[in-house]
């Protein structure tokens, strides 16, 4: 990720169009007329040898005549010239280009002109927009730099698309609407800058209040997920992405392989990150209507206010379809609407006011409604009818909305007879809507963005159970499969990988032929179950491979011998290894579960939890995950599924034990952390009762010579090599390791515990308790781009003390990281201090970052002389504080 440069390209003060032409339909004249056009208060520069004037601006021969070095250029002549224009801009000192020209897949001299073009621009650190776009458009700066056929009105919501002509769809329709926009960037093909760069930028960008994405595809998963899940803390991120269906699933892969499909993994990745996703134009439109002009929602309770029962109800049966929550009016809410409300009125949710009524029986009506706190949001709903003044409602409306912060949405009814309403309504910023379906729809886009929001604040709960995996002799099973030239495991081999880690597996032994087979069955004793053993047979069952409770030793024999030459029939190369035995597994009324992961190409590893068994993919009951996984995400990924419900129990079936199935999720995404020759893994079924889980069947594959280490993964792990042992001057011993999400409850106890004065001096200010939303973001951090160590200690019962924490947040370009420290009051001259800032130096020097920087207040004379020990510079404001800086590496 890099926010290098983009100033240039996203704040330009000059501009130089390559390729400026006076034709009047040609690509230069309308970018040109576009960019004159538009308001920009800085210089135009044409580019052109065949011209010396163009549209009535100078027209200059090329980028060494220009008279100053361009912040931005825009270039459009054809690809083949492209890359010698970048390394002409490049040497003259221009930062940022706009390519519009397409063709840039041809090879020359064996690469692309793309690539061509890229070197050309990395020698300078010049960023490149495009090629193959549509361009920019910076409204607030009354630029242009496009050939889109409109301008647009400056706001606070950027878009950037991978879609050109969905870009000018957009553009049409929100100038209709009176919708604004900040950034309005048409990426193209990405070459350069992508969707992580720009995320970064406008995340940070004040003038920029929410993000609309249209991704047709992802090229660096990781880089997009650390950008999306930082800026969706700080502004609402909202996605539309093509190519929802995935066609040719690899069904004989594994039954993981085949449920995940890729769609099904983008999503989980957009809910993961706290991103709203929507599913057509229609629902970006009406996001961008309310995310305009709504207020936050958080809850699924709504209150519906209306003049007609019909539309009530068509509102409430959408909200219930829609999984929303139809708010129960409060015994005092109903007494005082009562007092106020024709005796007729519907004395329920929704609150029908009758036809006749007018502003004023709306206003008090509806603001009785906000004084209730026991639902979330409220939907006022008009029909036309002769005796009301729908327009004067609509003012009332909007006046009594300006008494509260609770979400209020509108609905009037009809067309040219509400017109007016809905131009106040759209004029003073109130979401308003045609149909109950519409406003509705809003209404729950806003509650799942409410649910992927609060899921990224979360605090996830301990694990249940302390938990040591056998990682070498995992690796060893792995290196001896992948020296045999293997890629499947054998049941018994991929059974014990999952022992390793501590997931429950039914004993299975390997059988060479019948023989053998019955004396494992007499020695473990009757029933059992029998299945073929072949690395070339992914479904068992699919080749008749599976028989179960047989119940002598005569029955085994006869069945060993049938899959044989049942095998031989019908797979006759697949080689036979022998058969494996294992006891029958006595639990009745045992839920068979899937649990599994596979390797998507965009967003590498992805978990799967569902509803188990041979039916498996007919029952299609499943839900997909990202690793690394915590109590609290491996439940959220249980909830998606069907089968979670049963798993609470009901009648007489007692509930499942969910924590132990948590864990087996989180055990499994730990596998595909730690070892990432495997690919797939698929436990099915994986039986779940009051008693535990059991896994039956196992299946593991695995490729040599991939991506090794964390980062095929979309969500960097929890650095587990970066712990380490300390002892302190008085020879109590700590763990300084990275902090963990888990660690909200030990951190509000360090700071709780810190003295007035040591808390003035790591906040500058007086602090008074700290609150959860503060704490989730000090310990749900990205390691990608933050880094916290903290000073741990287990107490007698298990649980985590936190003596001490350094931090940093780094650049987007890895540039500089800012840091803050402190440590226990009462542990203070032990060498902690010292001890925490020496680890992050270290971290941050390894990670290739530059500078370190921080802030102190000039009468924190234990941090300056810390910082003196260390080397940093210390600079003295006026304010009283030092600025810090160490330099990390060499220039």
């Not at 390997?510 to 004396?519: T, Y």
């Amino acid at each position: 990720m890099s926010v290098l440069n983009l100033d240039h390209l996203l704040k330009p003060r000059s501009v130089a169009l390559i390729g400026a032409s006076d034709k009047p339909e040609s690509l230069g004249s309308l970018v040109l007329k576009n960019l004159l056009d538009g308001g920009f208060a800085g210089p135009v520069w044409p580019v052109n040898p065949k011209y010396e004037q163009v549209l009535g601006q100078s027209c200059y021969a090329d980028v060494e005549a220009l008279p100053e070095t361009p912040d931005l250029a825009v270039i459009a002549t054809p690809a083949k010239t492209v890359p010698g224009i970048i390394a002409q801009l490049g040497a003259r000192g221009c930062r940022a280009a706009v390519v519009l020209s397409a063709g840039f897949r041809e090879e020359a001299n064996g690469q692309t002109l793309e690539q061509d073009m890229l070197d050309a621009a990395r020698k300078h650190g010049l960023r490149i927009l495009g090629p193959n776009c549509v361009g920019l458009l910076l409204p607030n700066l009354g630029l242009n730099a496009s050939f889109a056929h409109t301008n647009s009105l400056p706001g606070k919501l950027a878009l950037i698309s991978q879609s050109g002509a969905l870009c000018t769809t957009i553009l049409d329709w929100a100038k209709s609407r009176g919708i604004g926009f900040s950034h309005f960037i048409s990426l193209g093909n990405s070459a350069d800058v992508d969707f992580g760069d720009l995320l970064d930028y406008l995340g940070n960008d004040r003038s920029t209040s929410g993000i609309l994405l249209y991704i047709e595809s992802i090229k660096e998963a990781r880089k997009f997920l650390s950008a999306a899940r930082a800026t969706a803390r700080n502004k609402p991120v909202i996605v539309i992405k093509s190519g929802r269906v995935k066609e040719g699933a690899d069904a004989a892969t594994s039954h993981t392989g085949a449920l995940a499909g890729s769609d099904d993994v983008f999503d989980t990745a957009i809910r993961r990150a706290g991103m709203l996703r929507v599913y057509s134009i229609e629902d970006l439109f009406s996001a961008v209507e309310t995310l305009a002009r709504a207020r936050k929602v958080h809850g699924n309770r709504l209150a519906i206010l209306t003049n007609g029962g019909g539309p009530g109800v068509l509102a409430t049966d959408a909200l219930i379809s829609g999984g929303g929550h139809l708010a129960q009016l409060s015994e005092k809410t109903i007494a005082e609407l009562n007092a106020t409300l024709p005796a007729t009125w519907s004395h329920g949710n929704p609150v029908d006011i009758i036809g006749d009524g007018g502003a004023e029986r709306y206003v008090n009506a509806l603001n009785i409604l906000l004084k209730d706190d026991s639902y979330d949001a409220v939907l006022v709903m008009l029909v036309p009818v002769a005796v009301i003044d729908n327009a004067a409602v609509a003012r009332a409306i909007t006046e009594a909305i300006g008494n509260t912060d609770k979400p209020v949405f509108t609905c009037w009814m009809g067309a040219a007879a509400v017109a007016e309403a809905r131009q106040h309504f759209e004029t003073a910023g109130v979401p308003s809507y045609e149909t109950p379906d519409a406003a509705i729809h809003a209404f729950l886009q806003m509650v799942d963005y409410a649910s992927n929001q609060q899921a990224l604040m979360q605090t996830p709960k301990s694990l249940p159970e302390t938990f040591n995996p056998d990682r070498q002799a995992v690796e060893q099973i792995l290196d001896q499969v992948m020296a045999d030239g293997r890629e499947l495991l054998t049941e018994p081999e991929a059974k014990s990988v999952l022992k390793a880690y501590g997931i429950p597996v039914i004993d299975t032994r390997v059988a060479a032929d019948a023989d053998e087979a019955v004396r494992i069955a007499d020695e473990i004793g009757y029933p059992v179950a029998l299945k073929i053993l072949s690395p070339d047979i992914t479904h068992k069952s699919d080749v008749g491979g599976v028989l179960l409770n047989i119940e002598s030793g005569h029955l085994l024999r006869y069945a060993a011998e049938g899959m044989r030459s049942r095998l031989q029939r019908l797979q006759p190369d697949a080689r036979l290894q022998g058969f494996t035995v294992q006891s029958m597994a006595d639990r009745p009324g045992a839920h068979e579960l899937i649990v599994g992961a596979t390797t998507d190409n965009i967003f590498g590893p992805v978990l799967l939890f569902g509803k188990g068994g041979t039916a498996v993919e007919v029952v299609d009951d499943k839900a997909v995950a990202l690793p690394p996984l915590n109590m609290m995400l491996a439940d959220e990924l249980m909830a998606r599924t069907n089968i979670y419900r049963e798993l609470q129990g009901y009648r007489n079936t007692p509930a499942a034990d969910l924590d132990a199935i948590r864990l087996t999720l989180l055990k499994v995404s730990q596998i595909i952390i730690d070892h990432p020759a495997v690919q797939e893994l698929d436990i099915n079924p994986l039986f779940a009762d009051s008693q535990g889980v059991l896994g039956l069947d196992a299946r593991i594959r695995v490729k040599a010579g991939g991506d090794k280490g964390s980062e095929r993964l979309a969500i960097r792990p929890y650095p587990q090599e970066l712990e380490e042992p300390v002892k302190l001057k008085d020879g109590r011993r700590l763990l300084l390791r990275p902090i963990r999400p888990e660690d909200e409850a030990a951190h509000r106890e360090l700071f709780e515990h810190l003295s007035p004065e040591d808390r003035y001096f790591r906040f500058f200010r007086a602090m008074g308790n700290i609150e959860h939303d503060q704490l989730a973001r000090f310990t749900q951090i990205d390691y990608d781009r933050e880094m916290a160590f903290i000073a741990s200690e287990e107490g007698s019962n298990g649980e985590t003390h936190s003596h001490g924490v350094v931090r940093t947040v780094t650049d987007a370009d890895n540039q500089t990281a800012e840091f803050a420290i402190v440590v226990a009051s009462d542990l203070q001259k032990q060498g902690l201090g010292y001890r925490l800032l020496e680890k992050m130096i270290r971290y941050c020097r390894e990670r290739g970052t530059r500078y370190m920087v921080g802030q102190t207040l000039a009468d924190n004379s234990r941090m300056c002389r810390l910082a003196e020990t260390f080397g940093f510079e210390m600079k003295y404001n006026n304010d009283g504080t030092f600025d810090l800086r160490l330099t990390l590496q060499d220039s």
